[in-house]
């Protein structure tokens, strides 16, 4: 397990989060209506000015809207307009491709889709007052635990798995792990919808430790908040999807924009605040390497970890939600 603590620097993320319209957004190759999971909009503001000073960009317009993964996929289901989405979960781009919203072939280049890696750390009071180094310590008595609600939150569902996957990595069984899994939740005290709003409980002095992104981890500490942040030595790598949105693959501009996230010049950007980039050994020793780092095929990979473990009748994280009375309702 690693212990990181980063200089105070400018604020980097709004405290609030952002919506900006884009439901009946303008058409035109010309403008990108972007919707994104609920923690990458401070780094979208540098991003997105980066992508105008380039010839592709020069012109381009943007809408912006973020929140929870979930209820962003689902509001894009129901008509939303996007031309770019850039969600937590491989999942939630699946279900726009089988709406006929994204092509088949979203994840079929260099880094499959995937935008941006993190690590799921355990985010901690300064001084951790609580002595936590790891996954035992959140199941010990009195320490009390925030995550979002895994059933709206894409990021709770990484940290589901990171707690899960961790114990298996002990060489605990199947049983054991999810035996940990209720012990956890047992001691959850808030579950807001997304990551950015659990974040925020915590800044406001609830809880003792809040399990979260390495992002918004070191995007808190830039701010001056007040804490600090354990790497556990087993923990998941958290792999984020981008796709553009669209008959053929979308807009002119929108894979233009999906291009440019992905060229070393953005994803500098995106390491500068706190993601792992998908390009290899472009933030070399930056980021620490947990010995026991997994990836989500470990569990079988995300179509069924979501039948196991988030599946709305016999889930079983659905059965320990409903058992403690927390809402699965997505």
């Not at 919203?101 to 901690?124: Q, R």
């Not at 609580?130 to 709770?156: C, E, M, R, Y």
Request: include cysteine.
């Amino acid at each position: 397990m690693h212990r990181r603590s980063i200089p105070t620097v400018l604020s980097l993320l709004a405290a609030i989060p952002f919506l900006a319209a884009c439901g009946s957004s303008s058409s035109s190759s010309k403008h990108i209506a972007l919707v994104a999971y609920s923690t990458p909009q401070g780094v979208f503001e540098k991003l997105i000015p980066a992508f105008q000073a380039t010839p592709e960009g020069n012109g381009v317009g943007f809408s912006q809207s973020y929140g929870a993964s979930g209820a962003q996929t689902r509001a894009v289901l129901a008509g939303q307009h996007a031309d770019v989405v850039n969600l937590s979960l491989e999942p939630d781009v699946e279900k726009l491709v089988k709406a006929g919203l994204v092509s088949s072939g979203w994840n079929k280049n260099a880094t499959h889709g995937f935008v941006t890696d993190s690590v799921v750390v355990i985010i901690v009071r300064k001084g951790n007052p609580k002595h936590i180094t790891g996954w035992s310590d959140l199941v010990k008595p009195g320490v009390q635990v925030l995550t979002p609600n895994p059933f709206t939150s894409g990021g709770a569902r990484w940290n589901v798995m990171a707690a899960y996957g961790a114990q298996l990595k002990e060489g605990k069984t199947a049983a054991q792990a999810e035996a940990y899994l209720t012990q956890l939740f047992h001691n959850v005290v808030s579950q807001d919808s997304s990551a950015r709003n659990a974040l925020q409980t915590f800044a406001a002095g609830r809880g003792d430790a809040l399990l979260d992104y390495e992002d918004e981890a070191i995007a808190d500490q830039k701010k001056g908040e007040a804490i600090e942040y354990v790497i556990p030595a087993d923990t998941i790598l958290i792999e984020n999807p981008i796709a553009a949105v669209g008959s053929g693959g979308g807009s002119k501009a929108a894979q233009s924009f999906v291009s440019y996230l992905l060229s070393p010049a953005a994803q500098t950007i995106w390491a500068s605040k706190g993601y792992r980039p998908v390009i290899p050994g472009l933030a070399a020793g930056r980021f620490p390497t947990p010995p026991g780092l997994f990836k989500i095929d470990a569990l079988g990979g995300w179509k069924s970890v979501v039948k196991k473990f988030f599946d709305p009748e016999a889930g079983i994280v659905t059965k320990i939600e409903q058992s403690l009375g927390v809402s699965t309702a997505k």
